[in-house]
Each structure stands twice: as C-alpha cells, then as structure tokens.
C-alpha cells in the first residue's frame, strides 16, 4: 500500500483545493445546463471540449485526495474526495485502492498494456486495449460504482480475478477491507443523491448527458496509459513528465507532470511544476497520439524499453 504523505499539506493548499472542487461543481452543473438549452453547435462544441478538459481536473482533484493532499483535514479530504468522484461518476475508495496499487505496480506485468506477453494471444490483448482506451476504463469504474454496492464483502475478493496482464484493477479488490467496502456503499448513495438532486432542480436533458459523458470517458480513458506507455519497466522511472499548453496544464492540476509525480507522490499538484525539468520531457500531443498505436509484441530484451526526450 502506497504510503501514507510525509509532507503535511498546507491551509493554504487546502483552502484552494477546496474552492476549486467548488469551483468545478458550479462549471459541471452550469455547462451541462446550458448545452441543454437551444442554441448554436458554434459555443456548444467550445462548451463540450471545456466540459472534457475541465472534468480531467475533476479526476485529478480526486487524485490529491487518493494522496490526502486535498486537505489538511482527514475529514475535508475524504469529503472532497467523494464529491469529486461523484460527478466523475464512480466512488472515490474504489478509486483509492486502486491508484495506491498503481504506485506499487506500476509498469509490472499487472500494467503493461502496450506490449504483448509471449503467453498471451494478440488478439485477445489487442481487442481489450482499444475497449479500454476507447471509454472502457472509464465505463468500468462507473459500472462499478452502481454494482459494487449490492455485492456483500464476503465475496469480493472473487472479484479479483487472474489474467496474464492488464489486471492491475481487479487485483486491487484483495485490498479492500470491510470498512473500505461500507465506505463504497455510502459514497455510491451520497453520489445518487447528487446527481438525482441536480437532475430535479436543473431539469437536464439525458441525451445532452449521455453526449458529454461519452466525450469524456473516450477523453479521460484514452489518457490514462499516454504517461506510462513504452517507459521502462520501472516503477517509478516508468513514467514521462509531458509538457502541454498552460492552460491545459492548469485545468489538469499539473496531472501531466506524471513522472514527477512517481518520484515524489508526497508533493501537492501545486509544487509538481517545479520539480520538473522541461529538458527531459516530451509533448502531451505526441504521446497521446501514440496511445492509439496496435499494441506490439514485448522485446526480448525489455532494456532496450527507454525514454526518448525532445
């Protein structure tokens, strides 16, 4: 289990990350509200492509929670936590668990999605590549969130189940105690209770949520690999540090400084920029390009597997 953070997160920092779960609650309400009024596709689609960059944030937010670097308070933190994860749509312990493997997994067999193993068949691994990238990832956290409930603890670590990679996410169910379980039952209600109590009072339009949401689990789903993929099989020096324009880079919290956040995962989204150095770093447009790239088989000699700068 990933350890738990060494630096103290400061009020300041906390005050900050509070008003911008604040701030992201008010943008997701107000874009899926006016992209259901009538009007031009000329500021929908604008409207749309900041929806899907902005809930990257959301995710991120989520993620210095997972870190408890959301909040000086415990409480505000895992509050925090939740509420993001309620209009990401998922639960945030199923999210916590699962990302603290990550920090121990990182880049073994579990993660490896872009090579395939000689054991494995190409074409079983190919075909759950692109279903991941292409919204998967996202659709299975959110199938989760509303099955996992009703599923009683005694059988969840049936859910963890063996595969000769890209496990990663059902191993993590070996990890959850029965605490971790009631707290996916109670976040799972109090995001219903979200969503429902929107949904009354703003009156949305299910077709103009089904559209966002299938932008945004392909945008957040086809991203999550791009800082990880045809790295070093290294757990923490299996990740790239990208540069992207500032405004992407603010509306992510920094989330693209990913290498960065592997050697020091006890540093806040607001210090990862400083910690990078731009000259051993690629752009974020070129590695995500590469994610759609057909997984290929693993080299001989996995040493040969390094990072390239420019």
Known sequence: MLARSALVVSPRYGTMNVAIGVA???AWAAIITAL????SLWWKIPLGVLFVLMMQGVFSLMHECMHRHGHPSPAVNRALGIFTAAIFGT???LFRINHEGHHVRNRSRAEVAEYIFPDESPTRKILAYYFAILGGIWLGS???AVVLPFVP???AYLLNRPAKSMNGYSLSFAEFSRADWMWVRIEAA???????TAWVLLDWDWRVVAALYAAFAFSWSSLQWVYHMRTPLDRIEGAYDLRAPVLVRLLFLNFNYNLAHHRHPNRPWQQMHGLVDARETQPLWYRYLLVFK????LPRDVGTIRKVYF
Do not use: I, K, N, S
């Not at 259901?36 to 009007?39: I, V």
């Not at 109090?190 to 429902?196: A, D, F, I, K, S």
């Open 24 to 26: 992201q609650f008010v």
């Open 142 to 144: 959110f199938a989760a």
């Open 153 to 155: 603890y005694r059988y």
């Open 294 to 297: 057909c997984p290929e088989r």
């Open 91 to 93: 639960v945030y312990t």
């Open 190 to 196: 109090l995001g219903v209770t979200v969503w429902v």
């Open 36 to 39: 259901g009024a009538p009007g």
